[in-house]
């Protein structure tokens, strides 16, 4: 029986990402040993896009599915006024036929998503 999900972020300075995640986000986390944070995630959902079979990642010789991470919100723009306030910087604002969406800069320099919907949403499915 299946009881999780372990998503893996890759990133070009993961300690100050996971700094953002503890710190701004303020998520909560297990310390696996040695200053590698596990967190938990808020309620979520998965969706399957098509890809080029050539973009997809290796991950210990196999070839893993790729994956962009966007977190969701009822309120996009008090989340970036929230954000900003923690001195996080936002890209602008896109409408798009499923929701607003932004993008999110981590320290890294790399960046994750956050909209609100127009949809139905799964994540909190009985």
């Known amino acids: 029986m299946l009881n999780g999900a372990h998503i893996l972020l890759f990133s070009d300075d ?7 995640f503890r710190d701004v986000l303020e998520w909560s986390f297990v310390d696996a040993g040695h ?27 196999n070839r893993m599915l790729g994956a ?4 969701i919100c009822d309120d996009l723009e ?10 996080v910087e936002c890209a602008p604002i896109t409408q798009e036929n499923w929701g607003s969406r932004t993008a999110i800069k981590l320290p890294s320099g790399g960046e994750i998503g956050l909209y609100q919907p127009k ?3 799964a994540y909190d499915l009985g």
């Not at 590698?36 to 990642?57: C, Q, Y």
């Not at 008090?78 to 001195?87: D, R, S, Y």
Request: hydrophobic share 35%.
């Open 78 to 87: 008090g989340e970036i006024k929230a954000l900003k306030e923690k001195k």
């Open 68 to 71: 962009s991470l966007y977190l």
């Open 35 to 61: 200053s590698w944070l596990i967190f938990k995630l808020p309620p979520g959902e998965a969706a399957v896009h098509p890809s080029a079979m050539d973009n997809r990642p290796l991950h210990h010789e």
């Open 14 to 20: 993961a300690e100050a990402d996971r700094k953002f």
């Open 119 to 121: 949809h139905r949403t």
